[in-house]
């Protein structure tokens, strides 16, 4: 049962530097998120997403990009890596109904230097 | 953005004690979802609630969605070791299920 996986677990960026960080579910999914998470705080929504082919802003999206091309795949995009970009990514994806809980990858944690 | 308040910011407790912590917000969602983070790890669900006023049990742990819509709480019975961990509030809206999430409760139970 893979679940949602995020890959890389971990990495070290230097400043403007560029990565994908990818997520996959195996779950047939419509919704997914990617979250982030700073020390101390919650998580904060940076982009989501409700089916194939449609994307949308979240609360702190400045700085990423999303796409998703396919159900399964939900990879987001750091263009210009800087210091305030440090943090634990997460994503997520939950089916259609309304009672119904997301599920989480295990992160990725980001240094940028 | 919006937030939850979630109280407290953490708790040193004896193994055997009850837990309580909650999360209040100035806007009203239609479910509170309580998850458990370990360390390393994504969140998990612990407790979902859909109605004003529901209480839910989960083992040792139960969840009240307050009447007004703007607050839940969470209480865990007995605590044992492995319920250290960080614990999350979290209000969802129905538009596309988007979730704001509280700042988290670090329970510590000392040895």
């Known amino acids: 049962n893979a679940g949602v996986t995020q890959t890389p677990k971990f990495r070290i960026l230097k400043i403007g530097q560029s990565m994908t960080l990818q997520c996959a579910q195996d779950m047939n999914h419509n919704y997914m998120y990617w979250y982030r998470q700073d020390p101390g705080m919650g998580l904060k929504l940076i982009y989501y997403?409700?089916?194939?082919?449609?994307?949308d802003k979240g609360e702190v999206p400045n700085g990423y990009n999303v796409s998703r091309s396919t159900t399964e795949d939900f990879p987001l995009r750091l263009e210009l890596a800087a210091p305030s970009q440090t943090s634990v990514y997460f994503c997520a994806s939950r089916g259609d109904s309304p009672n119904t809980e997301a599920f989480f990858g295990q992160g990725t944690r980001l240094t940028v230097v | 953005g919006q937030q939850l308040n979630q109280s407290p910011q953490s708790m040193f407790i004896q193994e055997g004690e009850d837990v309580s912590m909650n999360c209040t917000s100035s806007?009203?969602?239609?479910?509170w979802l309580w998850y458990k983070q370990d360390p390393g790890e994504g969140p998990v669900l612990l407790i979902a609630l859909y109605k004003a006023g529901e209480l839910t049990s989960n083992g040792r742990l139960t969840a009240q969605f307050g009447i007004t819509r703007k607050d839940s709480f969470l209480n865990i019975s007995a605590s044992i070791p492995s319920d250290v961990g960080i614990y999350f509030c979290a209000g969802q809206r129905d538009s596309n299920y988007q979730l704001i999430w509280g700042a988290g409760t670090k329970l510590i139970i000392k040895p």
């Open positions: 997403s409700v089916g194939a082919g449609i994307t």
């Open positions: 806007s009203i969602f239609n479910t």
